[in-house]
């Protein structure tokens, strides 16, 4: 009598997550479709508040703080794990995107 285990990528999980990107796919598709088509239907989509001054500088300033997060979040877990060499590039990649914010 031997004591298999099921496979990882069985059961409904795998459905799911199949399910998943596919819908994203169509997304995307949409969206690429429609900026081919008629980018200002596309540009019309966005809401008020995103077409006021300061907006768009608070949104990149959090996109390159979140960025940097989860560079040193990845960097801390690698460290963990043994990979220093690994950590320390990730480290580093982070630290040279603070320069970037006195651009924004």
């Known amino acids: 009598m031997t ?3 099921p496979a990882m990528n069985t059961g409904p999980n795998i459905v799911l997550r199949g399910a998943a ?5 169509v997304a995307v598709l949409a969206f690429a479709t429609l900026a081919i088509i008629d980018p200002a239907s596309l540009i019309s989509l966005a809401p008020e508040w995103f077409g006021e001054p300061g ?3 608070i949104l990149a300033g ?3 703080a979140g960025l940097m997060a989860g ?3 990845k960097a801390v877990r690698e460290g963990n794990r043994g990979n220093e060499q690994f950590a320390t ?3 580093l990649a982070a630290l040279l995107i603070v ?3 006195s651009m924004v």
């Not at 990107?21 to 796919?25: F, G, S």
Request: a negative charge; proline letters at 4%; aromatic letters at 8%.
């Open 3 to 5: 004591n298999e285990q």
């Open 21 to 25: 990107v596919a819908i994203l796919a």
């Open 55 to 57: 907006t768009s500088s």
């Open 62 to 64: 959090a996109g390159l």
């Open 71 to 73: 560079l040193l979040v």
């Open 89 to 91: 590039w990730l480290t």
């Open 99 to 101: 320069p970037i914010f």
